[in-house]
Every structure is written in structure tokens, then in C-alpha cells.
């Protein structure tokens, strides 16, 4: 019986040996190939003038020159396994199936294999990549977050309606240690509550925090540079951490947190499943419960547990949390006005920013607490709700020099306009505070209101009083109009409201006070 001969792949392996210098005897020792096949088929590649890189017909036919039906199937053999490892990745996409890239395949090569056959290499070629590498973790690198699959759910003890939760899963895959917490959706709001909770249940925070492609954390899927939402670029900088998300349809990226999902399906869910619950944070309660026996229960056949690891190993290598825990951030983006303010329509105030940002477009973070605001990635402002009613909030570096100049030579601030008008009387003091208010040019209304307070040196204290008591009953009042009252004397006009009541006409038909003794 004829010798049968070897693979294409042994021959090409056999060429590139030689083409290195390996000698006949240690070629045969690695391929497993007789000293004997090796000379054999060095021969006709030698008078060919071939090598490994040649054209494969020309390698074949040189390999096998009396078996036509032997090259024809290596040749068919290989042009599918090049369709195959060219295409694989297709079968990814929306309506992309095993037949319709049988079907193209055929287009190409209408002599090539049937679908079966084609199916079977496609599943051979899918096993030798579907390999795992063992992922060691460094202490306080990492940690990983995903939601559970499955939901958690309490009643409303008022209606009776079950109430689905979504479930926030974590987990440090250097130490093992999981955290678990049921959250009312994946949106920002819950998000926010969900990474604040397991940073403070883990006492620090990693140098990464990894997760899927999930709307929350991801705006925009790459596999190599994904774009991250607002709500992560906030929550990094507040913690110090970055956000990192997995490669598309790469399940293994997060394989840690993907167990600890299973984990929390025996070891929390299960223990919960026939108990009925009446608000969200009972539910956290009991679930708080579950984790805290599953952290603290040795491993099987060690004398530890993962909180003990990480008390032992992690814990010391988290970064240290801020004083305050992370508050979500509402974001605009508004125009610097010419008065170099951007108002928040929601706040209805008034913010500065450095003169030079006028009519720029910037980006502004603000809370119920603080208002920031950013040119690009540089911050250029930040101001604190300090007083409820106050409209606008100005910092003095922020105005021109000759501005700044103003209101160090005039000593032109709100509060010192104001401590000017009581001296001059409560009338005048509600005029200035209306003045004051009028105009979104908060200068304009300085010098407003520092014109009316000087009237009192040209006509005096009692008719400015007199000027703005009558200034008060309209709907509006300015500098303007308190001149025009002075200037023409009105002031000095009897209010009707002052008028006493007259006294009454003599007429023959008014009966006098006599009548009635």
C-alpha cells in the first residue's frame, strides 16, 4: 500500500526548518516526518525552485505531481479555511448566518464544500479560538461592575403591585470580595446611588472600575476607544478613579463579575425567594444580610474568607475616599452673556466667569449646592449657593480692571449701596433695592442706584424720601423717573393718600349735628 502523504501544513513546516538550517535528522525528530519523506519532498522544491511563500498550486503541485485529486482537495481545503478565518467575525452582525456565508462562499468557489462540511469547519475554527487565558489581578487594581440579568422585587403593601429592582453587582477580583445592592432602574440617578454604596461598602476605591457597554457608562462603542458618559467622567474625577468598559461581545473581559452574578443567584437570591418585602430599602436590608454571611463564609478547604483576604490583602491598597461622598451634576451649556454672567434658566441667577469668556459657549456642573463651570476640560469658575435670594453671584477677579477699579474706588457693591440708603430712610432703602434688581447688567444697576442715593446731596434727605414714597405706588422704578420727580417738584405735591378728609360744605339742606340732640 502506497505511503500516504502528509498535510500541506507538515510540508510547509518542513520548508521553513530547512530555510532556517535545521539539519534532515532534527526536521524529522519535530515533525514526525522519516528522514526518508523529508529528502523526499526537499527535492522537488529544490528544483522548482520554490519556498514557503511560493504560490500554494505551485507548492501542491510540487508536493503531490501524480495525484491531481490530492492537490484539488488540498487546494479546496485551503481556500476554505482562508474564507473562513477572513470571515468569521460576519457571523457578529445583524441576519448574518452560517448559510448566508455559504451561500457567498459558493459565489467565490463553486466547486467548494457543502454546507455540512462548511459548518463543521466553521465550528472547528471557532474551538481553536474559544481559549481562555488565566487573568492574574494586582491588590486595588480593579474592580468590576455589572447588573444582574435577573430581578429582585418588593410590594406596594398600599395596591399590591410587585415592583421589579434591578440588581448592581460588583465584585474585587483580586480579593473575591462582592457587593450587592437593588437599585429602582440602570438610569444615571440609581447609577450614582449604586457606586457610592460600593465604594463605601468597600471602604476606597481602585484605580479602574471596569464594566459592559451599558448606556449609563458608554456613549459610544469601540473596541479600543470607547466614549465614556458624563456621569463617568464626574465620578472619576470626584474618586480619583477611571472608567474602563469591556471589549464588544467579549463576555470573558469580565468573567469575574459575570461569576459573582451566580454567585449572588445561590447565596442571595435564593435565601430571599419566598420572603415578601415592602420598600426598596427593606429589600437592601435583607440583601445587606445575604452578603455580609457570604464575605464572611470560609472558602471551601481554606481557613479564610474573602473578607478576610481583602481585610488582609486589598484593603490597604485602595485609594482613600473623599470627604464627601459624589453628588450627581446636572450640565448645561450656555453662552457667556456681556455681562460676563451665564444665567441658569432653572436657578433664574446669575453666575461670573473670568470677562474674557464673553460670548463663548461654555459647559456648566451644578448641584443644589455649587455651580462650575468649564471652558473645554478646564475649569474657569466655581461659586457656592451662598445666599437664597441673591440673583447674581460675582467674584471680583473675575470683572475687567476698570470695573474691579469702579468698585474699589466707589466701594459700588450691592451691600454697600444699601448700607447708604438706610442712612437716607426706608423709602429710599425699597427704592434702591428695586433699582438694584432691574437690570440684568449688574454694573448699570450700581451706578442706577449710586445716582439716585447722590440726589439726596442736590435736593436733600426729605425730598429723596418724598420723591421715592411716591416713586414706590407705580409699577416700576428707576434713576430716571426719581429725577424727573425731584426735578419737577412733585415731591412737594400733597399725596392724595395724605389729604385730610375736608370739611363739610354749609348748605340749607344739611342738618346740622343740632338736629339730632
Same mark, same amino acid.
Not at 325 to 349: D, M
Not at 369 to 378: G, L
Not at 393 to 398: F, G, R
Not at 400 to 407: A, I, L
Given at each position: 500500500m502506497a505511503q500516504k502523504p502528509i498535510r500541506m501544513e507538515q510540508i510547509k513546516q518542513i520548508l521553513q526548518l530547512h530555510n532556517q538550517g535545521i539539519s534532515i535528522r532534527e526536521i524529522a525528530r519535530r515533525t514526525g516526518v522519516s528522514r526518508n519523506s523529508v529528502k523526499k519532498y526537499f527535492r522537488p522544491f529544490n528544483e522548482g525552485n520554490l519556498c514557503i511563500t511560493s504560490d500554494t498550486t505551485a507548492l501542491a503541485q510540487a508536493a503531490y505531481p501524480n495525484n491531481e485529486e490530492l492537490i484539488h482537495q488540498k487546494l479546496r481545503l485551503e481556500q476554505l479555511q482562508d474564507y473562513i478565518k477572513i470571515n468569521l467575525r460576519e457571523l457578529n452582525k445583524t441576519g448574518v448566518t452560517r448559510g448566508v456565508l455559504w451561500k457567498e462562499y459558493l459565489q467565490l468557489y463553486p466547486d467548494g464544500y457543502g454546507y455540512s462540511q462548511f459548518c463543521y469547519h466553521i465550528a472547528l475554527s471557532v474551538k481553536q479560538k474559544d481559549v481562555a487565558m488565566h487573568l492574574e489581578y494586582e491588590p486595588g487594581d480593579l474592580m468590576m461592575i455589572d447588573f444582574a440579568g435577573k430581578k429582585l422585587h418588593y410590594t406596594d403593601m398600599e395596591t399590591g403591585e410587585v415592583i421589579p429592582c434591578e440588581v448592581f453587582v460588583a465584585i474585587l477580583p483580586f480579593s473575591g470580595l462582592i457587593f450587592c445592592l437593588a437599585a429602582a432602574s440602570q438610569k444615571t440617578a440609581d447609577f450614582v446611588i449604586c457606586i457610592n454604596a460600593m465604594l463605601l461598602y468597600f471602604g476606597g476605591t481602585s484605580r479602574t472600575i471596569l464594566g459592559d457597554n451599558m448606556r449609563t457608562i458608554v456613549t459610544r462603542v469601540d473596541r479600543y476607544e470607547p466614549e465614556f458618559t458624563e456621569i463617568c467622567y464626574q465620578l472619576s474625577e470626584h474618586y480619583q478613579t477611571t472608567f474602563s468598559a469591556t471589549r464588544p461581545y467579549s463576555p470573558r473581559d469580565k468573567a469575574m463579575v459575570e461569576g459573582a452574578v451566580k454567585i449572588a443567584y445561590t447565596h442571595i437570591y435564593a435565601p430571599l425567594r419566598n420572603q415578601v418585602f415592602s420598600s426598596i430599602t427593606a429589600l437592601n436590608k435583607a440583601i445587606r444580610e445575604q452578603l455580609d454571611l457570604l464575605n464572611h463564609r470560609d472558602y471551601k478547604r481554606s481557613g479564610y474568607s474573602r473578607f478576610d483576604y481583602f481585610d488582609r490583602e486589598e484593603k490597604s491598597l485602595l485609594q482613600p475616599l473623599p470627604p464627601h461622598?459624589?453628588?450627581? =451634576?446636572? &450640565?448645561? /451649556? %450656555?453662552?457667556?452673556?456681556?455681562?460676563?454672567?451665564?444665567?441658569?434658566?432653572?436657578? !433664574?441667577?446669575?453666575?461670573?466667569?473670568?470677562?474674557?469668556?464673553?460670548? =463663548?459657549? &461654555?459647559? /456648566? %456642573?451644578?448641584?443644589?449646592?455649587?455651580?462650575?463651570?468649564?471652558?473645554?476640560?478646564? !475649569?474657569?469658575?466655581?461659586?457656592?449657593?451662598?445666599?437664597?435670594?441673591?440673583?447674581?453671584?460675582?467674584? %471680583?477677579?473675575?470683572?475687567?480692571?476698570?470695573?474691579?477699579?469702579?468698585?474699589?474706588?466707589?466701594?459700588?457693591?450691592?451691600?454697600?449701596?444699601?448700607?447708604?440708603?438706610?442712612?437716607?430712610?426706608?423709602p429710599v432703602v425699597k427704592a434702591a433695592e428695586l433699582i438694584l434688581t432691574s437690570n440684568s447688567y449688574e454694573v448699570q444697576n450700581y451706578k442706577s442706584c449710586h445716582g439716585m442715593l447722590m440726589l439726596a446731596k442736590k435736593y436733600s434727605t426729605e425730598r429723596l424720601q418724598h420723591a421715592c414714597s411716591r416713586a414706590l405706588l407705580g409699577t416700576r422704578v428707576n434713576y430716571t423717573m426719581i429725577k424727573n420727580i425731584l426735578k419737577n417738584g412733585l415731591d412737594k405735591q400733597t399725596s392724595l393718600f395724605d389729604n385730610p378728609v375736608s370739611a363739610i360744605p354749609q348748605h340749607d339742606n344739611i342738618r346740622g349735628k343740632e338736629h339730632y340732640q
Open positions: 461622598r459624589f453628588s450627581f =451634576k446636572r &450640565v448645561a /451649556v %450656555l453662552t457667556v452673556q456681556r455681562n460676563y454672567h451665564v444665567q441658569l434658566s432653572e436657578t !433664574r441667577k446669575y453666575y461670573s466667569v473670568p470677562y474674557q469668556y464673553t460670548g =463663548k459657549k &461654555v459647559k /456648566v %456642573l451644578y448641584d443644589d449646592k455649587t455651580v462650575e463651570i468649564y471652558d473645554q476640560t478646564e !475649569r474657569i469658575a466655581f461659586h457656592t449657593h451662598r445666599f437664597h435670594k441673591e440673583v447674581y453671584h460675582t467674584a %471680583l477677579e473675575h470683572m475687567p480692571p476698570h470695573h474691579q477699579k469702579m468698585k474699589e474706588i466707589k466701594g459700588w457693591t450691592k451691600e454697600d449701596l444699601l448700607r447708604q440708603a438706610k442712612r437716607l430712610g426706608e
